[in-house]
């Protein structure tokens, strides 16, 4: 197998390489003065099942585009399995008509990333499940879930812990984490979004008085509706308040917000590579996923189960 990182999170690609004891494919991802993407392989990958690493995150475009001229280039250098590796899958969040004349723009770059030549896809906590449905080739969703349970019972087992969903459509993946957490129990915040991009408590399903309240979601963009949560579960009486979350987009002054907010600390992976202005946070922490994509691409090479990863 060989591993080729594209330019949107490099870190992250290292540490892969370094758990799976390979190289990363040498090859030279450019620009021409124009901004057009240049990708040439250095290296013979005639007959290799070569894995494609790249997060389709800020600049989302740009991310995009490279994939799919590196999966091409790949494909014309007779490769003999492409897997593309998005740990965030960008246009996620429009996986459905929300209105007349809109798109749905997920199922659009479904169709690029096939079109490009990739054989095989793995992503990590896609928004919606359906989106791998979006794919006409075979398709691997992982789940962040037990980094994180690992995580919350190292630092939080002797807390009196709740798991908390910010909405009411995250609450099968707050269920999820809560049973990992030897069933703990589960609350849900109602809420009500004027507008994209922000949100409006409206009401507080479960009795969080006296608990410490996990804070469970995928993606975490503008941070308006954790913060907003976040405070009011301190209102309603909990001890104190953590969030986690798989993908941090963390656009505009979602980092400022989240420094003034009632939330204790943000713990987020690293499948965007991060910007230096949240590296610098004081509330922020991150977690790597890398060892979860590691076996989980070892295991595709090898022809064997990927789903047992996560029993």
């Known amino acids: 197998m060989k591993l080729l990182a594209g330019n949107s999170n490099l870190p992250l690609g290292d540490a892969i390489a370094k758990y799976l004891e390979i190289p ?17 392989i250095l290296e013979n990958v005639r007959g290799e099942d070569v894995f494609v690493l790249q997060s389709t995150a800020y600049p989302a475009n740009d991310n995009l585009m490279e994939l799919l001229i590196c999966i091409d280039a790949l494909r014309r250098a007779s490769a003999r399995r492409i897997t593309a590796v998005l740990p965030y899958f960008g246009y996620a969040r429009q996986d459905r008509k929300p209105g007349p004349r809109t798109p749905i723009s997920a199922k659009l770059v479904a169709n690029l990333i096939t079109t490009a030549g990739a054989d095989r896809v793995l992503s990590v906590d896609l928004h919606a499940g ?42 099968v993946r707050a269920r999820s984490l809560a049973k990992r957490l030897d069933n703990a129990p589960l609350a849900i915040v109602d ?53 986690y979350c798989t993908h941090g987009v963390l656009s505009g002054g979602a980092v400022a917000r989240v420094e003034k907010s009632a939330l204790e600390e943000l713990v987020i992976t690293d499948s965007i590579g991060n910007h230096e202005v949240i590296s610098k946070a ?27 990863l996560f029993d």
């Open 282 to 308: 004081q509330k922020i922490r991150h977690l790597t996923i890398a060892p979860l994509l590691a076996e989980a691409m070892r295991r595709i090479a090898e022809e064997a189960s990927v789903s047992s």
């Open 130 to 171: 359906q989106i791998q449905g979006f794919f006409d080739i075979p398709t691997d969703n992982l789940y962040a879930a037990p980094v994180m349970s690992e995580d919350i019972k190292a630092r939080f087992s002797d807390k009196n812990l709740m798991v908390v969903s910010p909405d009411v459509g995250g609450v």
């Open 24 to 40: 990363l494919t040498s090859a030279n991802v450019r620009r021409f003065a124009d901004e057009e993407i240049f990708v040439e």
């Open 191 to 243: 809420k009500r979004r004027e507008r994209p991009g922000e949100s409006e408590v409206m009401n507080i399903i479960g009795d969080v008085s006296g608990r410490f309240c996990i804070l469970i979601d995928d993606i975490v963009d503008s941070a308006g509706t954790l913060c907003n949560a976040a405070a009011a579960l301190k209102e309603a009486g909990a001890e104190g308040v953590v969030a």
